[in-house]
Nanobody, 125 residues
């Protein structure tokens, strides 16, 4: 069982930056692939970024819409995954969720087993 808790959301102007954090419970955090997803009002949940376990090479994966602006990272010693968000755009406005699944990463939200409660990111123009 893994419990996730996001923090770091807020209101920022276009072009600004935010760093989201997702703290995980449990002693086997390093065995879980981690993902960030977002859901804008009236839209479906969409993939943002994911990071494999160290056995997966700590490889990272991004949606085309965020490549070069958002960076996912993890600190296994702190049981925390981060999403550094730079050059934010109004279309990045959404509730951001972190998610975990054992084993390999995925861009499909349906296959993630554990979810945080979400944190709101609002980018003003």
């Amino acid at each position: 069982q893994v419990q996730l808790a996001e923090s770091g959301g807020g209101l920022v102007q276009a072009g600004g930056s935010l760093r989201l954090s997702c703290a995980a419970s449990g002693r086997t955090f390093s065995n879980y692939a981690m993902g960030w997803f977002r859901q804008a009002l009236g839209k479906e949940r969409e993939f943002v970024a994911a990071m494999a376990t160290r056995w997966g090479g700590d490889n990272t994966y991004y949606a085309d819409s965020v490549k070069g602006r958002l960076t996912i990272s993890r600190d296994n010693a702190k049981n925390t995954v981060y999403l550094q968000m730079n050059s934010l755009k109004p279309e990045d406005t959404a509730v951001y969720y972190c998610a975990a699944r054992p084993g390999s990463y995925s861009t499909a939200h349906e296959v993630y087993d554990y979810w945080g409660q979400g944190t709101q990111v609002t980018v003003s123009s």
